[in-house]
């Protein structure tokens, strides 16, 4: 639960760094670089967190999950951060495969 709660704040991390790289101009980063997390931070209380209110079926939550966590990673691989693209990915997929041989354990 840990390790899951670190990688949304990971996650948003690498939304701010992925807006503030791709804005254009001085003034536009503060707004990206403020609006981007918080956007992403309120679809995935919507959407993904456990309580949400209105969690959609496990593969399209796995879906979303891959274009989010994969996104990020990708851009950070090719905007010159590799390892940390890498890492948010791979924890990510590390992560999901946990959480699934754990739900398919019978009780």
Known sequence: MLVRFA?????????????????????????????????????????????APHRPAEPARVVIEVLLFGGVGGWLWWHGHPWLGVALAGTWALDRAVIERSSSRPV
């Open 7 to 51: 990688l949304e704040l990971a996650l948003l991390a690498g939304v701010a760094w992925c807006a503030w790289a791709a804005a254009r101009g001085y003034w536009w980063r503060w707004p990206a670089l403020g609006l981007a997390p918080v956007a992403v931070g309120v679809a995935w209380g919507a959407w993904l967190s456990p309580r």
